[in-house]
């Protein structure tokens, strides 16, 4: 969490769930699977990126099409090594101020040093990258009496998974606010969830409205953490860097990977990846009970009964859930998953225990070409 977040919204700043008593954690996730909520997205970092150029940059480096990304829709995009590794991954939007300005939130661990690497390759590209929290903050918000506060600020709230608006908060053109409609979350789909950037001039007045509604709940950040895991939306951490190629956390399947766009880093071997058949590996939703060493953490190996001197995989992400243990994202080994008997950490560790993701995986392969290569 930044250190301009902390100060703005002291009350939002992220807490152990220890710190929580059950009958305000029950509350919590009630608000988070059918109740309205809204949550400091503090472990969300935001890159901006300016100029001329910004775009075509951005398009170059990242597995998504940026240049035809419109102000209306908002996009998933990874970042990779030369070897196809995955180094981050983005949600990204391009805002409607004077400079369309476009962010990139992804994991807040990860912000700095990525950032950092991709200002390495603009060279003489009229582009600038800064960091998106000195100037805005994200909410993560949802349900209906939320949504009635977002319509004070917003002519419309995005209807669709990833559609974007945007809106200027008081006087001044820069102060651009965007809401994104974010994927649906499992067991909490029939609930609107959206990410709203902030100004930060407006940003206290923003969260005041919203807790300060009849209905809204506000939610610790890790506990609405779950519903970014139910998503099935992997993000990559410090922990995982240079761990997977896209398709072994689902990032194909989701949206993340365009196939028809130009060259990036690593784009051979994930098109390699795509169309050769060499998927193994993917990313897979689960449920294991409380450890004695706490909350299951990215990075964290997996181990397979028959085989447990050799791990099958590694956690992606984590959250506590509703009812106790913590569900996970897991990246697996497509025959670890088919025998169905992993566990955490060794051999002897706590069980898998796995459910369904909310979208379909279908193999490359068995797609028509065409297909494949709209995804």
């Known amino acids: 969490?930044?250190?301009?977040?902390?100060?703005?919204?002291?009350?939002?700043?992220?807490?152990?769930?220890?710190?929580?008593?059950?009958a305000e954690r029950a509350g919590?996730?009630?608000?988070?699977?059918?109740?309205?909520?809204?949550a400091l997205a503090s472990d969300t970092g935001l890159i901006a990126v300016n100029g001329a150029d910004?775009?075509?940059?951005?398009?170059?480096?990242?597995?998504?099409?940026?240049?035809?990304?419109?102000?209306?829709?908002?996009?998933?995009?990874?970042?990779?090594?030369?070897?196809g590794r995955l180094l981050a991954t983005f949600l990204m939007w391009r805002d409607t101020s004077p400079d369309a300005t476009i962010y990139l939130a992804g994991d807040a661990a990860v912000q700095a040093a990525v950032q950092k690497r991709l200002s390495m390759f603009v060279l003489r590209a009229k582009a600038k990258l800064t960091d998106g929290t000195a100037t805005h903050v994200l909410l993560q918000v949802g349900g209906p009496a939320a949504e009635a506060v977002l319509a004070r600020t917003?002519?419309?709230?995005?209807?669709?998974?990833?559609?974007?608006?945007?809106?200027?908060?008081?006087d001044a053109p820069a102060?651009?606010?965007?809401?994104?409609?974010?994927?649906?979350?499992?067991?909490?789909?029939?609930?609107?969830?959206?990410?709203?950037?902030?100004?930060?001039?407006?940003?206290?007045?923003?969260?005041?409205?919203?807790?300060?509604?009849?209905?809204?709940?506000?939610?610790?950040?890790?506990?609405?953490?779950?519903?970014?895991?139910?998503?099935?939306?992997?993000?990559?951490?410090?922990?995982?860097?240079?761990?997977?190629?896209?398709?072994?956390?689902?990032?194909?399947?989701?949206?993340?990977?365009?196939?028809?766009?130009?060259?990036?880093?690593?784009?051979?071997?994930?098109a390699r990846s795509q169309y050769r058949g060499t998927i193994k590996r993917r990313l897979h939703l689960a449920h294991v009970d409380g450890t004695q060493s706490g909350q299951p953490v990215p990075g964290q190996e997996l181990?397979?009964?028959?085989?447990?001197?050799?791990?099958?995989?590694?956690?992606?992400?984590?959250?506590?859930?509703?009812?106790?243990?913590?569900?996970v994202l897991v990246e697996l080994k497509l025959a670890a998953r088919e025998a169905d008997d992993v566990?955490?950490?060794a051999a002897d560790g706590p069980a898998l225990a796995f459910a369904e993701l909310p979208y379909e995986i279908i193999d490359p392969t068995e797609m028509p070409a065409s297909s494949a290569a709209a995804s």
């Open 154 to 170: 917003f002519a419309a709230l995005p209807a669709a998974a990833l559609a974007a608006v945007h809106a200027t908060m008081g």
């Open 175 to 270: 102060n651009a606010t965007s809401l994104i409609r974010l994927p649906e979350a499992g067991t909490a789909r029939s609930l609107s969830r959206f990410l709203w950037s902030v100004p930060v001039a407006q940003a206290l007045d923003a969260w005041h409205s919203l807790v300060q509604a009849d209905g809204v709940v506000a939610v610790d950040p890790t506990l609405a953490a779950w519903l970014d895991v139910h998503s099935g939306v992997a993000r990559v951490t410090t922990a995982t860097q240079e761990q997977f190629v896209p398709q072994m956390i689902n990032w194909e399947v989701v949206g993340g990977v365009n196939f028809r766009k130009g060259c990036y880093p690593g784009q051979e071997v994930v």
């Open 343 to 345: 566990r955490l950490g």
């Open 54 to 83: 910004a775009a075509s940059f951005l398009h170059g480096q990242l597995t998504n099409d940026v240049e035809r990304l419109s102000p209306a829709q908002a996009r998933l995009a990874g970042y990779c090594s030369a070897k």
């Open 1 to 22: 969490m930044t250190s301009q977040w902390r100060d703005l919204l002291p009350q939002a700043a992220a807490a152990s769930p220890s710190d929580i008593s059950p």
């Open 303 to 327: 181990v397979e009964t028959s085989d447990p001197d050799q791990p099958c995989g590694m956690v992606v992400q984590a959250a506590p859930a509703p009812n106790g243990g913590y569900d």
């Open 28 to 38: 919590q996730f009630d608000a988070l699977r059918s109740g309205s909520f809204v």
